[in-house]
């Protein structure tokens, strides 16, 4: 097998799968959280992984969730939930000055993912906002829902179905 | 903001050779962001990543010396544009020189070495250039009755913005695996896999001597921050 003499500079390196046994070199003490729990801004955030044959539990699933400065890393346990704090971002705007509905983006790494998920969560105390944002916009009226976190009580959760009959909607990156 | 677009040399979701897949793929169409706009998302910020300025040498983790080839994997990450990604994050991990994992789910087919890990980070300089210093990993199947993997190292890195977030593995010249591996073979375009497998360099070969590294060049290239996939 020989290798292409050289490739010019527009041949990207494509992703490959995460693999289940990324633990030991990505998981680090307190990378769930993008704020202590006690900070009055935490939110607790859990959801659950699942493909078209049930939950994808340890250790299989990364999850990362962020939006600038506020960034977390978790994985899916026995369960194939996962546990964060984060908090709600600040305002955005387009480049055309169009306010967004503040929302985290949440991309899933996982054997079997041969590139990852992108998805993103928005938040369910911002009906206002998010009936306006462009972004949402974009979605079928009757999908929407699986991009607005649900409140649990104290905590939010946020669950990702890579595939089957409630699956995500995941956009093009 | 002008946008190019660039093609698309990632895997498709569904490789059914790779047979998780066919479970795991997303299935509907996935909903394209508007062009010009989200390309400026701001990308994650990893300070809260530890990096030590030896955490790109696996071979001196430990008290001793680990067994095998010790290797060096450098090059330069770059986008499609090529431009420099300066201070960028790479984290890597990678089985040791028997194909062994230190995760707790390797399935433990292979010892363990007591002065490997397999897990380092790095930086990428102002030219965007990096190198680890490691031992040669090995393949090895994953579950009773798999197939061998090519040996790989994985790659995770961040880029400069939401569309620079990339995981990926990196393959080594000579391998006869890798035209067998489902995994790799994913890639529909040649070039793309080309782009995957670190290349000999027998120019930069450090000279005899206990701890001597033989030399790979690996080039990670992201899509520049203007351009955007074509539609298929």
Redesign the interface.
């Known amino acids: 097998?020989s290798?292409?003499e050289s490739?010019s500079?527009?041949?990207?390196?494509?992703?490959?799968?995460?693999?289940?046994?990324?633990?030991?070199?990505?998981m680090?003490e307190?990378?769930e959280k993008m704020l202590e729990r006690d900070d009055p801004a935490a939110i607790e955030l859990v959801g659950r992984v699942t493909?078209?044959?049930g939950p994808?539990a340890?250790?299989e699933a990364m999850v990362?969730v962020?939006?600038?400065?506020?960034?977390a890393r978790g994985r899916t346990d026995e369960a194939g939930e996962f546990h964060f704090v984060i908090r709600k971002p600040g305002p955005e705007h387009?480049?055309?000055a169009e306010p967004l509905a503040p929302y985290l983006?949440v991309?899933v790494?996982?054997?079997?993912?041969?590139?990852?998920?992108y998805t993103r969560l928005y938040f369910p105390d911002e009906s206002a906002a998010n009936a306006g944002d462009?972004?949402l916009a974009?979605?079928d009226d009757d999908l929407r829902h699986s991009l607005i976190a649900q409140a649990d009580g104290e905590r939010l959760r946020f669950d990702v179905c890579?595939?089957g009959p409630e699956?995500?909607?995941?956009?093009?990156? | 903001m002008a946008t190019a677009e660039i093609e698309d040399f990632n895997p498709p979701y569904l490789f059914p050779d790779y047979k998780i897949t066919v479970q795991r793929a997303p299935s509907k169409r996935l909903v394209p962001l508007p062009k010009g706009w989200f390309h400026t998302a701001k990308g994650p910020v990893f300070g809260r990543v530890p990096v030590g300025p030896t955490d790109n040498d696996l071979t001196i983790q430990h008290a001793g010396r680990p067994i095998g080839q010790r290797i060096v994997v450098e090059g330069r990450v770059l986008d499609s544009d090529g431009r420099a990604v300066p201070n960028t994050l790479l984290e890597i991990w990678q089985t040791n020189a028997c194909g062994a994992y230190v995760d707790p789910a390797d399935p433990g087919f292979f010892p363990l070495d007591p002065n490997f890990t397999g897990a380092g980070r790095t930086i990428t300089d102002i030219e965007g250039r990096f190198s680890f210093r490691t031992i040669k990993p090995a393949p090895y199947p994953g579950v009773i009755g798999g197939t061998f993997r090519p040996a790989h190292i994985h790659v995770s890195l961040f880029g400069p913005g939401m569309a620079g977030r990339l995981v990926t593995q990196c393959y080594f010249e000579g391998d006869h695996l890798i035209k067998h591996d489902a995994i790799a073979q994913s890639i529909p375009d040649r070039r793309g896999l080309d782009r995957l497998i670190a290349r000999f360099n027998y120019d930069t070969i450090e000279p005899g001597g206990p701890d001597c590294a033989v030399h790979y060049d690996w080039d990670i290239v992201l899509r520049g921050p203007e351009a955007t996939p074509m539609e298929h």
């Open positions: 097998m290798l292409s490739l500079d527009d041949v990207t390196s494509p992703s490959q799968t995460l693999g289940p046994l990324y633990g030991f070199a990505l680090f307190g990378s493909d078209a044959g994808v340890w250790p990362e962020w939006n600038g400065e506020l960034w387009t480049t055309d983006n991309m790494f996982a054997r079997g993912l041969l590139k990852h998920a462009p972004v974009l979605v890579l595939q699956e995500t909607v995941f956009f093009e990156y």
